[in-house]
């Protein structure tokens, strides 16, 4: 019985192997960059409760509702977060 990979030349099949294999990579290496600190954690829990509750902790999605919220957060998360290199400067 033929599969789709037999039908295709041996080059594009490595081709293909190796694209697979960088995705993978980059998916394994992007990981630790959505962990969140301890700090921000303990610092930044009641305003996500008070915010965002119900976007997923270190999603892309509740980063941005904390941003969109960015002048009403406590002073303790929000320097928390700036040490954490979230945020820059002064609010």
Do not use: H
Request: charged share 25%.
């Amino acid at each position: 019985m033929r599969t789709f990979a037999t039908l295709l030349p041996r080059r594009l099949t490595g081709y293909l192997r190796s694209l697979a294999a960088w995705v993978l990579i980059g998916c394994i290496a992007a990981t630790p960059a959505l962990a969140v600190s301890k700090k921000v954690k303990r610092e930044c829990r009641d305003d996500y409760r008070t915010f965002c509750p119900s976007y997923k902790i270190g999603t892309a999605k509740m980063r941005s509702c904390m941003r969109a919220n960015g002048r009403q957060l406590s002073w303790g998360c929000y320097e928390s977060l700036k040490d954490a290199g979230y945020v820059k400067g002064r609010r």
